[in-house]
C-alpha cells in the first residue's frame, strides 16, 4: 500500500510569495495532520482534521496560514504571503480508522525555504 | 499540560554496543498512548511502537526493547547491540485518547560509529 504522499518534495520560493503545499493521506485513514519540523522549536502540529472536518487549528501561526481538505484523499497547507522564518520541514501525516487507532504514519515531508 | 522530555540531546557509541534513550512524560490523565519514532538521515518519520497507559509489559523486537514505567512516568528504549544503520533521531511521543495530538519529546540524535 502507498504510504502518506506530499508533494513538492522541496519548495524554494522567495518572501511575499504564495505556497502550497499538498498531501494524500493513506487510504482509509480518516485523520490528518499537518506539522512543521524546526531546529528551533522542534516538531509542532499545525492543524488536523477529522473526516476532513479541521478539529483543532490551534498551532497554527498566524493568519497567513491555511489548511483545507476538500476530500478524504487530498489535503492542502497554504502560506500567503511567505516569510523567511516560514523556512522548515512540512510534514504530513495520516491515521485511522476510528478512534481506536492512534499511530501516525508520516509522509517524506516538503523542505521550505523562503529567501 | 501534557510534556515529553527527552534529556538526551546526542549520544554517539560504537558499534555492537547496547544504548538506552531515555523518555519521561508528564499528563494529568490516567489514560494516554506513548510512542517512538525514527527519523533517519533520509527525513522520514518512522513509527517505531505505541503502548497503552494500561499496559506496562515490556516489549521486545529483535534488537529494539522498550521498557514502561508509570511509577517513574518513563517510557525508554533500548538498542541492543547497535549497528551503524541505527544512526538516526529518535523522538518520543504522548497523546490523550480522542485528543488524537502528539506531543513530541525534542529528540535524542543517536550516531553509531563503525
Known amino acids: 500500500d502507498a504510504g502518506v504522499i506530499q508533494s513538492p518534495r522541496h519548495e524554494v520560493t522567495e518572501m511575499g510569495q504564495e505556497v502550497t503545499l499538498r498531501c494524500k493521506p493513506i487510504?482509509?485513514?480518516?485523520?490528518l495532520f499537518w506539522y512543521r519540523q524546526t531546529m528551533m522549536r522542534g516538531l509542532e502540529l499545525l492543524i488536523y482534521f477529522n473526516n476532513n472536518v479541521p478539529i483543532d487549528d490551534s498551532g497554527m501561526p498566524e493568519d497567513r496560514f491555511s489548511a483545507k481538505m476538500p476530500n478524504a484523499s487530498f489535503s492542502t497547507l497554504k502560506i500567503q504571503p511567505s516569510e523567511p522564518r516560514d523556512s522548515a520541514v512540512y510534514f504530513c501525516?495520516?491515521?485511522?480508522?476510528?478512534?481506536?487507532?492512534?499511530?501516525?504514519?508520516f509522509g517524506p515531508g516538503t523542505r521550505l525555504t523562503v529567501t | 499540560a501534557q510534556k515529553v522530555t527527552q534529556a538526551q540531546t546526542e549520544i554517539s557509541v560504537v558499534e555492537k554496543e547496547d544504548v538506552t534513550l531515555d523518555c519521561v512524560y508528564e499528563t494529568r490523565d490516567t489514560t494516554y498512548y506513548l510512542f517512538w519514532y525514527k527519523q533517519p538521515p533520509s527525513g522520514e518519520l518512522v513509527f517505531l511502537i505505541r503502548?497503552?497507559?494500561?499496559?506496562?509489559q515490556n516489549e521486545i523486537s529483535g534488537r529494539y526493547s522498550w521498557n514502561f514505567q508509570k511509577s517513574t512516568s518513563s517510557f525508554n528504549f533500548t538498542i541492543t547491540a547497535s549497528q551503524v544503520v541505527d544512526s538516526a533521531v529518535y523522538f518520543c511521543a504522548l497523546s490523550e485518547p480522542g485528543a488524537q495530538k502528539l506531543v513530541f519529546g525534542q529528540g535524542t540524535r543517536l550516531t553509531i560509529n563503525p
Open positions: 501525516a495520516s491515521s485511522g480508522q476510528g478512534a481506536l487507532t492512534y499511530e501516525q504514519y
Open positions: 487510504s482509509g485513514h480518516d485523520y
Open positions: 503502548r497503552n497507559s494500561f499496559d506496562e
